[in-house]
């Protein structure tokens, strides 16, 4: 009888409790549904860093960009003048530096916090926008931890080479030689360019967008989102390689093309012949029965393949 009493009372002891718990998480609840009220829904009031806003006037020349920042966005825009601006929404201890060397305008971050500045919450929206004077520079490189980079259709490059940990990447700028966008976490847009050399998109969890390219050779990498091609011709040759995520043809063509997903299809449209190799594990394949024109390799494992020339 005493083992049964004291069950008895164990189990009103948890009942008890798990009704302490509640009203104190719904209590929590209310009172940051009522503070958050008060600061107008602004998330970006919630956060313990301090923020600036600053700019930067450049009025030396220069031909070529280097950006190394750790959480803002970088956003390329037109000058209204002659000189460059650079415009900084930044931390109070990561702010960021600008200086023309030897014919390169350097954007640097300055990191001064120490351990426990990193302690808080930080929502707000750090960027680099900067108001270029000209519209045709010879090379830009960006590296970041964490942030988008926006490159409009209105420059030109001979080369792009853009890096980040997390955010997407969208480069509309004409690029006549060489193009490398990589991200770990996000998506990939690359547009409206010509280029001699080679283009390489990467990403691991993301999408990856192609349209109005040529080059002489390309190639597209997502581990977890599918990849779209539009008007999009290789001279030489194309690797696609997609594990989990569907691979779009729209009027694309390569020498040699050889395109690869573990799940997902592969479909579109070709501009010329070529010798297919199609195969899947799971899943029907349907593919020209043409005998001329480069090597067409087509693997999925699970996922249709359907392809047809247009001409």
Known sequence: MTGIKENKENKNNKKTLLIVAVILAVTGGVIFTVAFAALGFDIAKLSTQKYEFNTYMLAEDFNSIKINTETASVILAASDSD?????????????????????????????????????????????????????VYASLSVNADTGSVEIPEMFSFESVCVKVDTGSIDCYADVSNSIELQTATGSICAENSKTDGEVKLKTSTGSIKIADIRCNRLSAESHTGSIDLTNTIADDNMTIN??????????????????????????????????????????????????????????????DIKIEIKK
Request: aromatic letters at 6%.
């Open 83 to 135: 000189e460059c601006k650079i415009e900084c929404v930044e931390r109070e201890k990561m702010k960021h530096t600008a200086k023309v060397r030897e014919g390169t305008l350097v954007i640097d971050v300055e990191n001064t916090k120490k351990w426990y500045d990193y302690i808080g919450s930080s929502f707000g929206n750090e960027t680099i926008t900067i108001y270029l004077p000209k519209a």
């Open 242 to 303: 997609c594990a989990t995520g569907s691979v779009k043809f729209n009027s694309c063509d390569a020498n040699e093309m050889k395109v690869e997903t573990h799940t997902g299809s592969i479909v579109g449209t070709l501009l010329s012949d070529k010798i297919f190799f199609a195969k899947s594990a799971v899943g029907n394949v349907d593919v020209p029965k043409t005998t001329s024109g480069g090597t067409c390799e087509l693997v999925t494992g699970t996922g």
